[in-house]
């Protein structure tokens, strides 16, 4: 992650890291890392307020789920997936 991806992270976002970071390795546990990065990749298309909303809302390619709840299952592979069509240009 770029310094300007990290900046463009939520304060609040930035704060759990801190928080849930081994200070002496700096190193995220996989799931905060794994949401880092989802949240990063969003950002290149949305502002905070629509990507909390894309995260909390049911999504016709995610099978009527919510991001979010597949992200605390550890199905982020899903989520990443709807991610690289949006990035490629896919209609969704």
């Known amino acids: ?9 939520p304060l609040k976002l930035r704060q759990r890291y801190w928080r849930e970071t081994n200070y ?4 995220p546990s996989p ?6 990065r989802i949240y990063a ?5 949305y502002d905070a307020a ?3 909303r894309w995260l909390d809302s049911k ?4 099978d009527g789920k919510r ?9 982020t592979q899903e989520v990443h997936r709807v991610i690289d069509q949006l ?6």
């Open 59 to 62: 999504h016709p390619l995610l």
């Open 24 to 27: 002496s390795e700096r190193a």
């Open 50 to 52: 629509e990507i909390e």
């Open 1 to 9: 992650m770029t310094r300007d991806e990290w900046f463009r992270l």
């Open 67 to 75: 991001a979010a709840d597949l992200i605390a299952e550890g199905k």
């Open 31 to 36: 799931e905060l890392a794994d949401l880092l």
């Open 41 to 45: 990749r969003l950002a290149v298309f």
């Open 87 to 92: 990035e490629s240009g896919a209609y969704l």
